[in-house]
Structures are given as C-alpha cells and as structure tokens.
C-alpha cells in the first residue's frame, strides 16, 4: 500500500520530470530557430564577404567580444573567467559496491573542491547525511573526482552548477548507489533549495545517488527528493556566481557551462 508520503514524493518527481520535459521542448524549438537563422546568415555573410576582409566589421566584432555575458548568453558572446585545468587523466575506477561507513558522524568534515574558477569550500552534513558524506571522502581518497569537469549549468528555472561525473556526459557514476538521506534537512522549506545548498543528483528514483551533485547558486524549487548533504561557503558562492555569469553554451538555460570549470581537486578533511 502506497503511504502519503511515498505519493507526495510521486506527484513531487512528476512535476519534475514535467519541467524537464518542458524545458527539453523548449532546447528543441531554440535548436530548429537557431538553425534557421544560421541559414539566413549564411547568405548575409556571402554578401557581406568583401566588407568584412576590407575591416568594415572589425568594430562590431569587438563590440561583441566585450559585451558582458547573462546567465543565458551564447557562446560567442560569454567570456571564460576561468584557468587552464591542471595537468593530468580523469580516472575511471568504480566500484561494486558502496564503500562501509566509516567516518565519525559526530566530527565536523569539509570538502574542497579546487577548480579552475577558484576554490569552492562545503560543509558537509555528516550527522544528517552520512552514507553520503562518507562515499565522497571515499571517493575523493581515491582521487575519483580530479581533473573531471563540471558538465551542467542551468540558468532558467533552477539554478545548479552539475558535478561529478568523470565522463562529463551526465550519466557517470562509481557503480554503486547510496541511499536518500536528510530529506526533511530544516533548509528546505516549500519545496525550495535555497542557494548554497550541495545536493546528490539522482535518476528519479530513490535511493539512485551516485559521484553527481549540484551546487546551488540562487534559490531553486525542486521536489525533495535530493540528498542535501552542505553548503557552501561564502567565498565559494562568489566562485559559484562567477561561474553562472558566463552563462552556459545552448542560450536556453540548460547546458554545459561557458566557463571551463575543472575540478583539479577535490578533498574532504575532518576537523
């Protein structure tokens, strides 16, 4: 017998998976009207060929070039804020099963990551979520999150920078699962993820965690059906926003970043 809960949860992913479906509608019309103007320019440019190698369009290429970036501006006009990534391979080590609990729940432990963008401080949750904060001081031990990319920004309708995928696909993971935790975390009030909150993505399903998470950088209405397990520091919101700045590379709000955010490395340290 389903329980009130179990349902509120059901009609909380559905609504979710209706956004998301929405929005994948809308990336499909952005696309088809992107590739009817790339047609249109097309002849623009065959006619406007001998004024551009004369330098008559130079200045509107600079102009252009120093506009500042949205949150949802194309790729040409968003300018990378961020560093080179550090020499070295991603791995691609998983695992069969979750790693055995072994941190000490009542100790205070704060994850690092250092990106290309700058130096992103968590404070993780180990008494509310510790199956969680546990797999990512295993997995950060094992280097797993190193030199991987940060494959999703979104800019419209929730506002998350997606990490922790070493295949930068968004459907990596370390092969095993961990269990939902802290869904009822006093932070989330009204079905709302407020900014600086680090949460674990999942399939929709529960108990589907992986290596994924999302940092939120501005309040962001989400079912609550994703682990909170820290929150980011204040300087680590500025990287955040930064980030975010540059926009992301489709114009429709969900996509991969402008900005080329590397974690080069990721600790987690108890204090």
Request: glycine content about 10%; proline content about 5%; aromatic content about 6%.
């Amino acid at each position: 017998m389903v329980t009130q809960e179990q349902r509120k949860r059901q009609l909380a992913r559905e609504k979710f998976l209706r956004q998301q479906q929405r929005r994948t509608a809308s990336r499909r019309k952005a696309r088809a009207r992107n590739a009817v103007i790339a047609s249109v320019l097309g002849v623009i440019v065959l006619g406007s060929l001998a004024l551009y190698t004369t330098g008559a369009l130079k200045d509107d290429d600079k102009a252009n070039a120093g506009s500042e970036a949205t949150p949802s501006a194309s790729p040409s006009a968003a300018k990378d804020p961020c560093e080179k990534p550090a020499e070295g391979a991603v791995k691609t080590q998983t695992w069969k099963k979750e790693p055995a609990v072994t941190i000490d729940k009542s100790a205070k432990y704060t994850m690092k990551l250092a990106t290309t963008c700058g130096d992103i401080d968590v404070a993780l949750k180990a008494s509310a979520a510790p199956h969680t904060v546990n797999s990512f001081s295993f997995l950060a031990g094992k280097g797993y999150f190193d030199h991987t990319k940060c494959h999703r920004l979104t800019t419209n309708g929730i506002f998350v920078l997606q990490c922790g995928d070493p295949t930068g696909s968004g459907s990596g993971g370390p092969g095993y699962t961990i269990p939902d935790e802290n869904l009822k975390d006093a932070s989330l009030k009204a079905n709302v993820y407020p900014a600086g909150t680090v949460a674990m993505a999942n399939t929709g399903q529960a108990h589907s965690g992986g290596s994924q998470f999302f940092l939120v950088y501005e309040d962001s209405q989400l079912p609550p059906s994703y682990t909170p397990f820290g929150t980011v520091s204040e300087a680590g919101m500025a990287v955040l926003k930064k980030i975010a700045g540059a926009g992301e590379n489709t114009g429709a709000g969900d996509g991969a970043p402008n900005a080329t955010v590397v974690i080069d490395k990721a600790t987690v340290t108890k204090s």
